[in-house]
């Protein structure tokens, strides 16, 4: 049972390009969070979203930014118009169904993006 | 406002001891804390993860201790080992919204021969 991927692992993007990041999540699982890491700080919340549905963009910034998860492929964190601000290390989890309290998120290894 | 602080920020510790990190949270209402490893360049990996009527748990080496009350969390490593070298994320989980969570900034842990 492979974990969860994303891709690219590394993109480089001139400011006012595109930016667009891939998730796979486990087998299974039908959660998946986006989270960003800015160097030296913390992950940060930005969107959580199930099959087709958005749950939480509570944290995702209003404008440029979108996620989708799809019914069938990755969930895709789209950056549009990126700014040098948007360098950071993008993340995603994914959980099995259900919200109990052991449900646990399984991280992927990120995608680091810079902005030039 | 929802915050998880943790300390120290960084640590260097030798080989074979042990060293404890702490986490103090105000997420409210609480459902659940974790404690991730994330090695330099990789995501975080789950070590524990306790409920609210939990005190201690144990993965080998790590143990983590939560007190709902006092709204703090401790993670201690024993006899450390090179490949403890990490940053050590503590995690608090708000109940009834969902999937929320709150992530600290960190333990950068260095372990030197």
């Known amino acids: 049972n492979a974990g969860v991927m994303q891709n690219p692992r590394h993109l480089v993007r001139r400011r006012g390009q595109e930016a667009r990041l891939r998730c796979s999540p486990m087998?299974?699982?039908?959660?998946v969070y986006w989270y960003r890491q800015l160097p030296e700080e913390g992950l940060k919340f930005m969107v959580y979203?199930?099959?087709?549905?958005?749950?939480?963009e509570s944290g995702m910034p209003k404008e440029r930014f979108s996620a989708e998860f799809p019914k069938e492929g990755p969930s895709i964190l789209r950056i549009q118009q990126v700014v040098r601000g948007d360098s950071a290390a993008y993340f995603c989890?994914?959980?099995?169904?259900?919200?109990?309290?052991?449900?646990?998120?399984?991280f992927g290894p990120g995608t680091r993006l810079t902005v030039l | 406002k929802n915050q998880v602080e943790q300390s120290p920020q960084s640590l260097i510790i030798l080989e074979g001891k042990n060293c404890t990190l702490q986490?103090?949270?105000?997420?409210?209402?609480?459902?659940?804390l974790r404690w991730y490893k994330q090695d330099t360049g990789r995501g975080p990996v789950s070590l524990t993860i306790?409920?609210?009527?939990?005190n201690t748990k144990s993965n080998g080496r790590y143990t983590a201790t939560l007190d709902a009350d006092t709204k703090q969390s401790s993670l201690h490593i024993t006899a450390s080992q090179l490949s403890d070298s990490a940053s050590y994320i503590c995690v608090v989980r708000q109940a009834n919204t969902g999937n929320q969570f709150y992530f600290g900034t960190g333990t950068s842990l260095t372990v030197i021969p």
């Open positions: 989890a994914s959980s099995p169904p259900g919200t109990g309290n052991y449900n646990e998120q399984f």
């Open positions: 306790m409920t609210f009527s939990e």
């Open positions: 986490c103090n949270y105000t997420v409210s209402p609480f459902s659940n």
């Open positions: 087998k299974g699982h039908s959660h």
């Open positions: 979203l199930q099959k087709e549905n958005i749950i939480d």
